[in-house]
């Protein structure tokens, strides 16, 4: 669409559901986008249809399999009807599969012009109770992706692989000599992801310069995948500077996990979008260097929190990262107190159905951090394990679709169990 001229502003999340009609298909993938054209909607249409003859649509029987279907569902706040178009579309208020993805985009519209004070999201939630539609996030390609919002569905294992000297926890404990091991022994413990980080982002850490950034996270990026047991490991890049994300993506890498949200590079969210990768938001209040001192959170800390996520995630639209290539995170440790980490976690849900924020997944790190030290009494971090354990069970019981730790196959044990009890 956007090399025909119809430029896409902002995308719906994906939902998947189960083909209707001819059911021996694929499950479908649903989404909705917002677009700015100066067509004609029988123009429009003309073109959608000649995407889909592009991307080798052959309409053989109606309703049959179907790798794409293109539908004009509102044309601003026209009603046409004509042989060839309908809009509002047919059947709109009767299909979650259509209303969910809308609602993301334009809650407040109405479909009808006769009952202006109708809006989508009263349609939504008039829809008869059911199981609930999974959004879905694509970490690595078309081999692995995240489904949040579904029962019996694994809690994805994020390892973290710091090359630094100074990491809080295991600084200067890998390097390139016997990387290879410890990406195995992550992989063979139940890890999914790889996050590699070459700066430390604990506080009142020192930044070190692009180049050297550079410098320690490629060589492992390559290393990871040239190992074979590694193929289907989605690998997370840990940084905020744009010109170490596009050199992470071009050695392979699938994720960017920015502690900033795009704020300290504003060449962040252009960066990724040009790419088409997913990224990862994370909230973050100041620096590194300054972020202890900004824990006031005045209007409560889960409404602080959302809606400053909200502005993070509006602007990454903005720059054209489609949402369903974007991931969040409450940002445990990073300008919060103690007492407060304890609270995103306890109300991590109430966060995660925060009205803009739902049908996103989460990726929530609390891994051997300060304030599980200050509850349990282990000063060193490596000792903070079992503190440890307990935060990423209260992580999956509230809805977190990746847990970021450093003991891998201990934490896939616990996120097993985790699943078990709450999401079998």
């Given at each position: 669409?956007?090399?025909?001229?119809?430029?896409?502003?902002?995308?719906?999340?994906?939902?998947?559901?189960?083909?209707?009609?001819?059911?021996?298909?694929?499950?479908?993938?649903?989404?909705?986008?917002?677009?700015?054209?100066?067509?004609?909607?029988?123009?429009?249409?003309?073109?959608?249809q000649?995407?889909?003859?592009d991307l080798?649509?052959?309409?053989?029987?109606?309703?049959?399999?179907?790798?794409?279907?293109?539908?004009?569902?509102?044309?601003?706040?026209?009603?046409?009807?004509?042989?060839?178009?309908?809009?509002?579309?047919?059947?709109?208020?009767?299909?979650?599969?259509?209303?969910?993805?809308?609602?993301?985009?334009?809650?407040?519209?109405?479909?009808?012009?006769?009952?202006?004070?109708?809006l989508?999201?009263?349609?939504?939630?008039?829809?008869?109770?059911?199981?609930?539609?999974?959004?879905?996030?694509?970490?690595r390609?078309v081999?692995?992706?995240?489904?949040?919002l579904?029962q019996?569905?694994?809690?994805?294992?994020?390892?973290?692989?710091?090359?630094?000297?100074?990491?809080?926890?295991?600084?200067?404990?890998?390097?390139?000599?016997?990387?290879?091991?410890?990406?195995?022994?992550?992989?063979?413990?139940?890890?999914?992801?790889?996050?590699?980080?070459?700066?430390?982002?604990?506080?009142?850490r020192?930044?070190?310069?692009?180049?050297?950034?550079?410098?320690r996270v490629?060589?492992?990026?390559?290393?990871?995948?040239?190992?074979?047991?590694?193929?289907?490991?989605?690998?997370?890049?840990?940084?905020?500077?744009?010109?170490?994300?596009?050199?992470?993506?071009?050695?392979?890498?699938?994720?960017?996990?920015?502690?900033?949200?795009?704020?300290?590079?504003?060449?962040?969210?252009s960066?990724?979008?040009?790419?088409?990768?997913?990224i990862?938001?994370?909230?973050?209040?100041?620096?590194?260097?300054?972020?202890?001192?900004?824990?006031n959170?005045?209007?409560?800390?889960?409404?602080t929190?959302?809606?400053?996520?909200?502005?993070?995630?509006?602007?990454?639209e903005?720059?054209?990262?489609?949402?369903?290539?974007?991931?969040?995170?409450?940002g445990?440790?990073?300008?919060?107190?103690a007492?407060?980490?304890l609270?995103?976690?306890?109300h991590?849900?109430?966060?995660?159905?925060?009205?803009?924020?739902?049908?996103?997944?989460?990726?929530?790190?609390s891994?051997?951090?300060?304030?599980?030290?200050?509850?349990?009494?282990?000063?060193?971090?490596?000792?903070?394990?079992?503190?440890?354990?307990?935060?990423?069970?209260?992580?999956?019981?509230?809805g977190?679709?990746?847990?970021?730790?450093?003991d891998?196959?201990?934490?896939?044990?616990?996120?097993?169990m985790?699943?078990?009890?709450?999401?079998?």
């Open positions: 669409m956007d090399r025909r001229g119809i430029r896409v502003k902002r995308t719906s999340s994906l939902w998947e559901t189960e083909p209707m009609y001819v059911l021996d298909q694929d499950r479908f993938l649903n989404g909705a986008c917002e677009v700015e054209t100066d067509l004609e909607p029988l123009d429009l249409l003309d073109q959608l000649s995407i889909e003859s080798g649509r052959r309409k053989l029987v109606d309703k049959g399999p179907r790798n794409i279907d293109l539908d004009i569902l509102l044309y601003g706040d026209e009603t046409i009807s004509h042989d060839r178009l309908k809009v509002p579309h047919i059947s709109i208020s009767e299909r979650e599969f259509v209303l969910r993805p809308l609602s993301e985009l334009v809650p407040s519209k109405s479909l009808d012009p006769s009952k202006p004070w109708k989508i999201q009263d349609y939504l939630n008039e829809l008869p109770t059911r199981e609930p539609l999974s959004s879905l996030t694509p970490i390609g081999v692995q992706n995240l489904t949040p579904v019996n569905r694994k809690t994805q294992v994020m390892a973290i692989l710091n090359l630094t000297p100074d990491s809080f926890s295991d600084g200067g404990k890998h390097n390139l000599e016997s990387l290879d091991k410890t990406v195995l022994d992550c992989i063979h413990g139940g890890a999914t992801i790889i996050d590699v980080g070459g700066q430390s982002t604990a506080p009142s020192p930044e070190v310069s692009a180049e050297e950034e550079i410098s490629i060589p492992a990026i390559e290393l990871i995948r040239s190992l074979p047991e590694a193929r289907n490991i989605a690998i997370s890049v840990d940084t905020y500077r744009s010109s170490v994300a596009e050199k992470a993506i071009a050695s392979g890498a699938d994720i960017i996990n920015d502690v900033s949200a795009g704020s300290l590079d504003p060449a962040m969210f960066t990724v979008a040009r790419l088409g990768k997913t990862c938001l994370m909230h973050m209040r100041g620096t590194p260097q300054t972020m202890t001192n900004l824990t959170y005045e209007d409560g800390l889960i409404p929190v959302a809606a400053e996520l909200l502005q993070r995630l509006s602007a990454a903005e720059a054209g990262i489609r949402r369903w290539r974007i991931i969040l995170d409450p445990i440790g990073f300008a919060k107190s007492d407060q980490n609270e995103l976690l306890r991590l849900d109430e966060l995660r159905t925060w009205p803009g924020l739902s049908g996103l997944p989460w990726l929530v790190g891994s051997r951090k300060s304030f599980i030290g200050k509850v349990t009494g282990a000063n060193e971090p490596s000792a903070r394990i079992w503190g440890t354990t307990a935060t990423v069970a209260a992580a999956v019981q509230g977190a679709d990746v847990v970021r730790v450093h891998a196959a201990e934490m896939a044990k616990v996120t097993s985790a699943d078990a009890i709450w999401r079998s």
